[in-house]
């Protein structure tokens, strides 16, 4: 199952309202999860199954969709959030992340 | 305080062999379906092999099936990565992480194979 997240790449401010995509080859019903990782350091869990809030990660991260379309939200961005982020399915073998999304500073 | 605690990355040469250690503590470790994920430098992530909880169902990638083999020892609370005929396209950063949705990563540890 190929996951295809856009944009590549993105520029935003702070304060903005910012959507990631990640698109499904195949359904997958709800087993994907969204993960933030800054340079040199490893992947964290932001979201699973598609809209759960992992523990301690801000409110203003927010996960939808299922089957084949999923967003991950930003409702404002703050400075600590610019960093790569990645969906990763994990409904069936081999287990699949997108490209990633590097989302920086405007 | 759940910690993942990857070693035994190094520098090795193609067609080489290296064992990865990842020692884990502060959960019930053998509750857990184990995993390992790799990062090449400037690249995307990568799923490489996982593990449950009693050892009796291994998953491979296709990119190290038959080359790699994963392993547990429940009483050392312990994960590993045997890794044999290495590659250079095998070079990256290991991380190992915890259950299926990855809700904890060790650092990571680094293996280059090079000549």
């Known amino acids: 199952i190929q996951l295809t997240q856009s944009p590549s790449s993105l520029s935003a401010s702070v304060g903005d309202r910012v959507t990631i995509t990640c698109r499904a080859s195949?359904?997958?019903?709800?087993?994907l999860a969204w993960y933030q990782q800054k340079p040199g350091k490893a992947p964290k869990l932001l979201i699973y199954?598609?809209?759960i809030l992992q523990t301690g990660v801000p409110s203003r991260f927010s996960g939808s969709g299922s089957g084949t379309d999923f967003t991950l939200t930003i409702s404002s961005l703050q400075p600590e959030d610019f960093a790569t982020y990645y969906c990763?399915?994990?409904?069936?073998?081999?287990?699949?992340f997108g490209q990633g999304t590097k989302l920086e500073i405007k | 305080e759940v910690q993942l605690v990857e070693s035994g990355g190094a520098l090795v040469q193609p067609g080489g062999s290296l064992r990865l250690s990842c020692a884990t503590s502060?959960?019930?470790?053998?509750?857990?379906?184990m995993y390992w994920v790799r990062q090449a430098p400037q690249k995307g992530l990568e799923w490489v092999a996982n593990?449950?909880?009693?050892?009796?169902?291994?998953y491979y990638a296709d990119s190290v099936k038959g080359r790699f083999t994963i392993s547990r020892d429940n009483a050392k609370n312990s994960l590993y990565l045997q890794m044999n005929s290495l590659r250079a396209d095998d070079t990256a950063v290991y991380y190992c992480?915890?259950?299926?949705?990855?809700?904890?990563w060790g650092r990571g540890t680094l293996v280059t194979v090079s000549s």
């Open positions: 195949q359904g997958i019903s709800n087993y």
């Open positions: 992480t915890r259950h299926l949705w990855g809700d904890f």
């Open positions: 593990i449950k909880q009693d050892g009796s169902q291994k």
């Open positions: 199954a598609a809209s």
């Open positions: 502060g959960f019930t470790f053998s509750r857990y379906w």
């Open positions: 990763r399915q994990l409904n069936s073998y081999p287990h699949t």
